[in-house]
């Protein structure tokens, strides 16, 4: 089975046939630091529709930068489904993409509590027609937390792009 982000720009490349519309694409990066963009941008010809990141790392970074409320932290926590969609969709406002995905989470191995254990994360996928979350808990290393959440989040967008194919064929 082919990698995630090459699958991706399969995809991208297939919609742009069937409309001939590139979709752009963006990462707002919390827990994983930067590893979905190197994923994206790994693949030649990613820069025809990959635009750009941003690692959020602090919660004044979400706030002041992506615009995620406050409020939304402060009620929810930092690492909520809440807060990665609001980040993404803070992303693709910032970044001016069609698809922006996020992610938020305890790499570890500090900073867990009760109710958020290590290797919680919550991804985050704001498009023109919907915005999304996923919920995933990782049992690894903090280093292996951050590839599974990398999988994870290019596994979430390759979906994505494969359901917006399908509705298109549809049409």
Do not use: W
């Not at 699958?7 to 707002?28: M, P």
């Not at 827990?31 to 994206?40: C, E, K, P, Q, Y």
């Not at 500090?110 to 919550?122: I, N």
């Not at 951050?146 to 298109?168: F, G, H, N, P, V």
């Amino acid at each position: 089975m082919a990698k995630p982000e090459i699958e991706i720009a399969g995809l991208i490349r297939e919609y742009q046939a069937k409309t001939t519309k590139l979709l752009t694409i963006g990462t707002i990066e919390s827990a994983t630091g930067g590893r979905i963009a190197d994923s994206l941008t790994n693949i030649p010809g990613s820069s025809d529709y990959f635009k750009g990141s941003l690692v959020a790392y602090s919660n004044e970074v979400k706030i002041n930068v992506l615009g995620v409320r406050k409020e939304t932290i402060e009620d929810y926590g930092a690492v909520s489904e809440q807060t990665a969609v609001e980040m993404a969709e803070g992303g693709k406002k910032l970044l001016d993409v069609n698809i922006c995905i996020s992610d938020t989470g305890i790499a570890g191995p500090s900073g867990a509590t009760v109710e958020k254990p290590v290797g919680l994360f919550y991804l985050g996928l704001a498009a023109e027609d919907e915005s999304l979350s996923q919920k995933h808990i990782f049992q690894g290393d903090r280093e292996q937390n951050k590839q599974d959440a990398t999988e994870a989040a290019l596994t979430m967008l390759s979906q994505y792009l494969r359901q917006r194919l399908i509705r298109i064929k549809e049409c």
